[in-house]
């Protein structure tokens, strides 16, 4: 059965820290590993790491995937209060039936990250 | 553009209604998902549809029963629900097809379920 587990399971800082959030896997026919950061509705997608794209970065995000640790974390620096959320971390399985693939996610249980001002 | 619409947002039915939860993208997506989430827990797979056939159950009980109609449309139909499948539904479709590494899933808003 696929497994995927974050650390920490809350985190909370002040503005202008910097912040690493955890995730590592264990999952059968491993496609890729994806950050959702989740606040009152459904997940918002942040990144997609996969085999060949091992690293990602946008603005004060950066996450890195190790392949032979079976991990990924998620960075942010200079963190503000719109940053407190949840974070998610999900893992793609890939399936095959007749001739097409499909992906299933299977998700961490999330960081709560909270920023005081 | 990178949109998954779900209908309704919220919900609330009582426990011998029969209702139903809409979805529909128009990314040209062939697999599409529904989700449910508990509050303070992460999204747990109920259903994945490849290709307008059901390709995962989840064991979700038959009270919750999902329908395809075509490439862009998902439906999640609801009959003699119980207080605890209240919760938020959440949609979401990707690529799919052909196998190829790496498939971004995205989520619809989610629609908001109350039974009572």
């Known amino acids: 059965e696929d497994k995927v587990v974050q650390s920490p399971l809350s985190l909370v800082v002040h503005e202008g820290d910097t912040v690493t959030l955890n995730c590592s896997y264990e999952?059968?026919?491993?496609?890729?590993l994806l950050w959702y950061k989740q606040e009152k509705k459904a997940p918002t997608f942040l990144f997609m790491l996969t085999s060949s794209g091992i690293e990602k970065k946008s603005g004060r995000l950066s996450s890195i995937l190790d392949k032979k640790e079976l991990s990924s974390i998620l960075n942010i620096t200079a963190t503000q209060t719109g940053d407190s959320a949840i974070y998610l971390c999900?893992?793609?399985?890939?399936?095959?039936?007749?001739?097409?693939?499909?992906?299933?996610?299977?998700f961490g249980q999330g960081t709560i990250l909270t920023v005081h001002p | 553009d990178t949109e998954v619409t779900q209908t309704p947002k919220h919900l609330v039915m009582g426990m011998t209604n029969k209702k139903s939860l809409k979805c529909e993208q128009h990314m040209g997506h062939r697999a599409m998902y529904w989700y449910k989430q508990k509050a303070k827990k992460p999204p747990e797979l109920m259903f994945v549809y490849s290709y307008e056939k059901l390709s995962i159950n989840e064991s979700v009980p038959s009270r919750f029963s999902p329908e395809c109609p075509n490439s862009s449309l998902l439906n999640l139909h609801l009959h003699a629900l119980q207080p605890e499948d209240s919760a938020l539904y959440l949609c979401a479709s990707s690529r799919g097809g052909v196998v190829f590494s790496g498939n971004t899933i995205y989520f619809g808003e989610g629609s908001w379920l109350t039974v009572v």
């Open positions: 999952v059968t026919n491993f496609r890729s």
């Open positions: 999900a893992v793609e399985g890939g399936y095959n039936a007749g001739g097409t693939s499909y992906g299933k996610l299977t």
